[in-house]
C-alpha cells in the first residue's frame, strides 16, 4: 500500500492520559499535514511540516499538542492530559506540492 | 453546540441522475480548490482540483466550476451510481502556504 496511513486507527483513552498517534507519509512526499476533525464537520488544519521543519501551527495547537517530524519522513502528534474536548479524528495528509492525499484518520475518544 | 455539525446539508439523488454539490469560499486571495469525498471510517478522498486561473475543469464523470466573481465553486457529478454517496467538502488553498481551509460538507445520498 503507497498511500498515508495513520496508526493506530481507534484509540479510547481516560482524560488526563497522553497519546501519540503515528503518520506515514507517501515515500516520496515532503510535505506533511495534521488536521482534526469533528463530526459533521470538515478537517480543520492544526500543523504543517516541509521535510523536518514545522513550518507552520494552527491556534488550535494548543501547548498540550505536539508534533514532529525527526528524519522528515514519519510524524507523530502527541497530545498531553487529554480532556473530552479532544476527541476527534485526527488525520494526517502529505503532498509532493498542492495536492494533500489523506490517510484515514485515528479515532481518539477521551472518555 | 455539536449537534449543529450533524445536520448536514443532504442531497437525495436518484441513481442515474446527475448531481450538483455547491460551496461558497469566503477568501477572494485563494488560488487553488479542491472537492473531497469521504465515505463513513474513512480519510477524505481527492475528487478534482481547480486553480483560479480557470472557469472549468472536468475530470472522470466530474465537474468543477469556478465563479470568482461571487466566489462559488460548484461539483456536477454525471450519472450518479450508489458508489457516489458519501459526503462531500470543498476546500480552498489560502495564503500560498499550502493549509486548506474546508468548508461545509454536503452529504450526497443516492438512491437505486
Known amino acids: 500500500d503507497t498511500g498515508v496511513s495513520q496508526n493506530p486507527r481507534h484509540k479510547i483513552t481516560k482524560r488526563g492520559q497522553n497519546v501519540t498517534f503515528r503518520c506515514d507519509p507517501i515515500s516520496e512526499h515532503n510535505r506533511l499535514y495534521w488536521y482534526r476533525q469533528t463530526l459533521g464537520q470538515g478537517p480543520e488544519f492544526l500543523t504543517y511540516f516541509q521535510n523536518e521543519a514545522q513550518l507552520e501551527k494552527s491556534r488550535l495547537l494548543s501547548d498540550r499538542f505536539s508534533a514532529e517530524r525527526p528524519k522528515g519522513s514519519f510524524s507523530t502528534l502527541e497530545i498531553q492530559r487529554t480532556e473530552q474536548g479532544d476527541s476527534a479524528m485526527y488525520l494526517c495528509a502529505s503532498s509532493p506540492d498542492i495536492q494533500q492525499t489523506f490517510g484515514s484518520g485515528t479515532r481518539l475518544t477521551v472518555v | 453546540g455539536e449537534s449543529v455539525g450533524l445536520h448536514l446539508p443532504t442531497l437525495s439523488v436518484q441513481e442515474g441522475d446527475n448531481s450538483i454539490i455547491n460551496c461558497a469560499y469566503s477568501?477572494?486571495?485563494?488560488?487553488?480548490f479542491i472537492w473531497y469525498k469521504q465515505e463513513s471510517g474513512k480519510g477524505p478522498q481527492f475528487i478534482i482540483d481547480?486553480?483560479?486561473?480557470?472557469d472549468k475543469r472536468q475530470g472522470q464523470r466530474v465537474t468543477v466550476l469556478l465563479n470568482k466573481t461571487v466566489k462559488h465553486l460548484s461539483l456536477q457529478i454525471a450519472a450518479t451510481q450508489p458508489g457516489d454517496s458519501a459526503v462531500y467538502f470543498c476546500a480552498e488553498n489560502r495564503d500560498g502556504n499550502n493549509r486548506l481551509a474546508f468548508g461545509k460538507g454536503n452529504q450526497v445520498v443516492v438512491i437505486p
Open positions: 481547480i486553480r483560479s486561473n480557470m
Open positions: 477568501n477572494s486571495a485563494s488560488d487553488y
